[in-house]
């Protein structure tokens, strides 16, 4: 057993760096990152025995990472909390900004951006989310997507052209109003 310990720390090695970015950005909290973290790699460990390798590992763990950002969803609207931006308010500025070449006023602007996105991002529903999330930020393929949520392919296609215009919508809505706060604010 020691040889198939060492292996799956190797695995926990290289994959946890896309295990917690992919919670990160499906749950859009830091809060208990850790805990879910160490959820997704202990349903690994209990799960690898039957693992065939049909797929690829990384396949399997976006399952359970998909699986495990869905328990945290429902434990969220049981507790009845909101959900919030993962940006960390208490981060440098440095950590928040993710271009610190340009100025000062590009740099705000980007950064409400990302803030809107991740707002409306938290407005879709979980699997819109989920498609989201591993298709352009995790760059997963439709096959890998459609074998990792269990789904057809036109079904992965449905909701990410669904949450692709609920996202640009939500962000129109977003900026159109606070284009006119702005204004007013002017006047």
Do not use: C
Not at 19 to 29: A, E, I
Not at 142 to 166: M, N
Request: hydrophobic share 35%; glycine share 4%; aromatic share 10%.
């Amino acid at each position: 057993m020691q040889g198939a310990d060492l292996s799956f720390e190797q695995i926990v090695r290289d994959h946890q760096t896309m295990v917690f970015s992919t919670l990160m950005r499906l749950t859009g909290s830091r809060e208990h990152i850790d805990d879910l973290a160490q959820e997704v790699f202990l349903r690994l460990y209990r799960a690898f025995p039957a693992f065939r390798g049909e797929a690829l590992l990384s396949t399997y763990l976006y399952r359970i990472i998909a699986n495990v950002a869905q328990d945290e969803w429902k434990r969220r609207r049981r507790d009845d909390r909101p959900l919030v931006s993962f940006s960390d308010e208490e981060a440098d500025w440095e950590d928040r900004l993710p271009h610190p070449s340009p100025d000062a006023e590009q740099q705000f602007a980007e950064r409400q951006f990302q803030y809107a996105v991740e707002q409306q991002l938290q407005q879709l529903s979980p699997v819109e989310r989920t498609v989201l999330v591993l298709y352009h930020q995790e760059e997963r393929s439709y096959e890998q997507i459609a074998h990792s949520l269990q789904l057809p392919i036109g079904t992965v296609r449905t909701h990410l052209h669904r949450g692709r215009k609920k996202l640009r919508e939500g962000i129109q809505r977003q900026q159109e109003v606070e284009r006119r706060t702005t204004w007013q604010s002017t006047k």
